[in-house]
């Protein structure tokens, strides 16, 4: 690879990884406010690594405790799909095998997947996904920790405006894919159908169940 393009590609995978690493501090103080101790919440970080999916399980276990745990799982599930899809698209960019397969699937999130399919080049595009997905790993974990040990250090983080993290995150995923009018009226569509229900239904049943309609009318279309 040419030396240029080399370091544009280090340069994006950082850049992505160094953002993305950093809002883990939320995740990892939301975590011991929701009741999970230091230990669990960095177990977690390191088995849900998809933000997504981490922050919607902290959320409603948060919010409903252990009795939400099987509403916490099919929401964090639900938004966990999107990786397989992902994987499928880098399946033939990677071509790894054996333990690189399993690696490569554990890193397979929106940020790694983002920086390998802008790239021109095969090589460059195996090279930005494993530079963005380690880089992410690394740091996400690091920052669950600070998070974990802060909040636990200083009380509430929502003291500090940390949840918002959790809706500025589903709002960035959301937004580039909003290009059309029947794309926003799904989200519309969804949207209005989770704050109907939630004053009805157990924490995270009505994300599930907005998910589900969303799910169906992308199916119609």
């Given at each position: 690879?040419?030396?240029?393009?080399?370091?544009?590609?280090?340069?994006?995978?950082?850049?992505?990884?160094l953002a993305t690493g950093a809002y883990g501090v939320s995740v990892g103080?939301?975590?011991?406010?929701?009741?999970?101790?230091?230990?669990?919440?960095?177990?977690?970080?390191?088995?849900?690594?998809?933000?997504?999916?981490?922050?919607?399980?902290?959320?409603?276990?948060?919010?409903?405790?252990?009795?939400?745990?099987?509403?916490?799982?099919?929401?964090?599930?639900?938004?966990?799909?999107?990786?397989?899809?992902?994987?499928?698209?880098?399946?033939?960019?990677?071509?790894?095998?054996?333990?690189?397969?399993?690696?490569?699937?554990?890193?397979?999130?929106?940020?790694?997947?983002?920086?390998?399919?802008?790239?021109?080049?095969?090589?460059?595009?195996?090279?930005?996904?494993?530079?963005?997905?380690?880089?992410?790993?690394?740091?996400?974990?690091?920052?669950?920790?600070?998070?974990?040990?802060?909040?636990?250090?200083?009380?509430?983080?929502?003291?500090?405006?940390?949840?918002?993290?959790?809706?500025?995150?589903?709002?960035?995923?959301?937004?580039?894919?909003?290009?059309?009018?029947?794309?926003?009226?799904?989200?519309?569509?969804?949207?209005?159908i989770a704050v109907v229900l939630l004053p009805a239904l157990p924490a995270?049943?009505?994300?599930?169940?907005?998910?589900?309609?969303?799910?169906?009318?992308?199916?119609?279309?």
């Amino acid at each position: 690879m040419d030396p240029g393009e080399r370091r544009l590609v280090l340069r994006q995978g950082l850049s992505v990884a160094l953002a993305t690493g950093a809002y883990g501090v939320s995740v990892g103080a939301l975590s011991v406010t929701a009741g999970l101790s230091v230990w669990q919440a960095c177990v977690l970080s390191l088995v849900m690594f998809t933000g997504g999916s981490h922050f919607a399980f902290v959320g409603i276990i948060g919010s409903g405790g252990v009795a939400a745990a099987p509403a916490a799982i099919a929401a964090s599930s639900m938004l966990g799909v999107r990786n397989g899809l992902y994987g499928l698209e880098l399946r033939r960019v990677l071509r790894v095998h054996g333990w690189r397969r399993a690696a490569a699937a554990h890193l397979t999130i929106d940020e790694s997947t983002a920086v390998s399919v802008t790239q021109g080049d095969p090589r460059a595009s195996r090279l930005g996904f494993w530079v963005t997905g380690v880089g992410v790993f690394v740091l996400w974990n690091l920052a669950t920790l600070l998070g974990a040990l802060v909040g636990d250090a200083f009380g509430d983080p929502r003291t500090y405006g940390l949840d918002a993290a959790a809706c500025a995150a589903f709002t960035a995923l959301l937004w580039p894919r909003l290009r059309d009018r029947e794309t926003v009226a799904i989200a519309v569509v969804g949207a209005v159908i989770a704050v109907v229900l939630l004053p009805a239904l157990p924490a995270g049943i009505p994300v599930v169940l907005a998910a589900l309609a969303a799910l169906i009318a992308g199916r119609r279309r």
